[in-house]
């Protein structure tokens, strides 16, 4: 694998609870070349503030919103993730 861009698809749906143990992870990994791509399904709590906290800190964090002519849904967000990825791997983590 050498060191290949990892994508690393998020979906997110209210989870300011978990949002930033699940990033914190991320951080903690021992393979650096990544980018984590976090799409939220309309998220009614903070999870977005969180999302901007990460990204400011760290250009491997990126968010977008699930598009409304996109069906609401995890499977919805991971594909919309993959549209956006960058990565030669793709890996799925649940906040």
């Given at each position: 694998?050498?060191?290949?861009?990892?994508?690393i698809?998020?979906p997110?749906?209210?989870?300011?609870?978990l949002?930033?143990?699940t990033l914190?992870?991320?951080?903690?990994?021992?393979?650096?070349?990544?980018?984590?791509?976090?799409?939220?399904?309309?998220?009614?709590d903070?999870?977005?503030?969180?999302?901007?906290?990460?990204?400011?800190?760290?250009?491997?964090f990126?968010?977008?919103?699930?598009?409304s002519s996109?069906p609401?849904?995890?499977?919805?967000?991971?594909?919309y993730?993959?549209?956006?990825a960058?990565?030669?791997?793709?890996?799925?983590?649940?906040?």
């Open positions: 694998m050498e060191n290949n861009l990892v994508s698809i998020i997110s749906f209210n989870s300011e609870n949002i930033k143990e914190n992870s991320v951080l903690h990994q021992t393979y650096s070349n990544w980018e984590c791509i976090v799409v939220d399904d309309g998220s009614t903070d999870t977005i503030l969180i999302l901007k906290e990460y990204a400011s800190k760290d250009s491997r990126k968010w977008f919103f699930r598009p996109k609401k849904g995890p499977s919805s967000a991971r594909n993730g993959i549209e956006k960058n990565g030669e791997f793709v890996v799925f983590l649940d906040s």
